[in-house]
C-alpha cells in the first residue's frame, strides 16, 4: 500500500485561504467516504481536524473543511491564522481494515 | 478525560526487539480499537496495525507482517507493541491512537509518542 500524494508545501498570508490536495487510488479514496486529516504542529501528537471526507469534530473552526473529487481528497482552511502554520497529514480506509496516510504537507504561514 | 500514556524512550541494536506499552484511562478500554502508527525523524506518519482489545484480533500493514506483534491486558487497560529484527530504519516515534470503527480512520486520542532508536 503505497501512501496518498500531498504536496510537499503550501502557504498563504494571514486571512486566506489554502487548499492541501491528497491524491490516493480507486482502492482508497477513490472507493470509500473514509477520509480523515490531521493537523501536527513540531514535537506533539497529531489532532483530527476533519473526518468522513467533511467532517468536522466539536471543536474543531470551521475555517476548516474537507471535500472529496474521485481519487483526490481535498482540505481547505480559510481565513488562515499564524496557529495553522503545522504539518498536515491525510489518511483514508484503504480496505481489507488497513488504513493509509498521506506523505504531508507542510503549512506555511506568510 | 480519555488518555493514552505510552511507555517511555528505548534504545536497542539492530535485530533485537522493541516492546511499547500504551495504558488507557478515561474511557471503556474495549469499546475502541487501538492503532500503532510510527513517524520517522523528519518524516511523515506511517500506520502499522491495529489491536481489537475485546477480541485479541489484530490486523497489520502489509510491510510488518511477520515482524509486528500486538496484544492487550484488558485487566490494566494495557496495549502493547512489539516489533521485531529492528532495523536502524525502524527508528521512530512510535505512537498509539485510539479508534471507534474498523474501517473510519477517526483518531480521536493519540498517546505522547515512545521514541525508539535503533543504533548499534
Known amino acids: 500500500q503505497s501512501a496518498l500524494t500531498q504536496p510537499r508545501s503550501v502557504s498563504g498570508s494571514p486571512g486566506q485561504s489554502v487548499t492541501i490536495s491528497c491524491t490516493g487510488t480507486s482502492s482508497d479514496i477513490g472507493s470509500y467516504n473514509y477520509v480523515s486529516w490531521y493537523q501536527q504542529h513540531p514535537g506533539k501528537a497529531p489532532k483530527v481536524m476533519i473526518y468522513?471526507?467533511?467532517k468536522r469534530p466539536s471543536g474543531v473552526p470551521d475555517r476548516f473543511s474537507g471535500s472529496k473529487s474521485g481519487d483526490t481528497a481535498s482540505l481547505t482552511i480559510s481565513g488562515l491564522q499564524a496557529d495553522d502554520e503545522a504539518d498536515y497529514y491525510c489518511c483514508s480506509y484503504a480496505g481489507t481494515y488497513t488504513f493509509v496516510f498521506g506523505t504531508g504537507t507542510k503549512l506555511t504561514v506568510l | 478525560q480519555e488518555q493514552l500514556v505510552q511507555s517511555g524512550a528505548d534504545v536497542k541494536k539492530p535485530g533485537a526487539s522493541v516492546k511499547v506499552s500504551c495504558k488507557a484511562s478515561g474511557y471503556t478500554f474495549t469499546d475502541y480499537f487501538m492503532h500503532w502508527v510510527r513517524q520517522a525523524p523528519g518524516q511523515g506518519l506511517e500506520w502499522i496495525g491495529w489491536i481489537n482489545p475485546n477480541t485479541g484480533g489484530t490486523n497489520c500493514a502489509q510491510k510488518f507482517l511477520g515482524r509486528v506483534t500486538m496484544t492487550r491486558d484488558t485487566s490494566i487497560s494495557t496495549a502493547y507493541m512489539v516489533l521485531s529484527r529492528l532495523r536502524s530504519d525502524d527508528t521512530a516515534v512510535y505512537y498509539c491512537a485510539r479508534v471507534r470503527t474498523k474501517y473510519q480512520p477517526l483518531f480521536d486520542s493519540w498517546g505522547q509518542g515512545t521514541l525508539v532508536t535503533v543504533s548499534s
Open positions: 468522513d471526507v467533511s
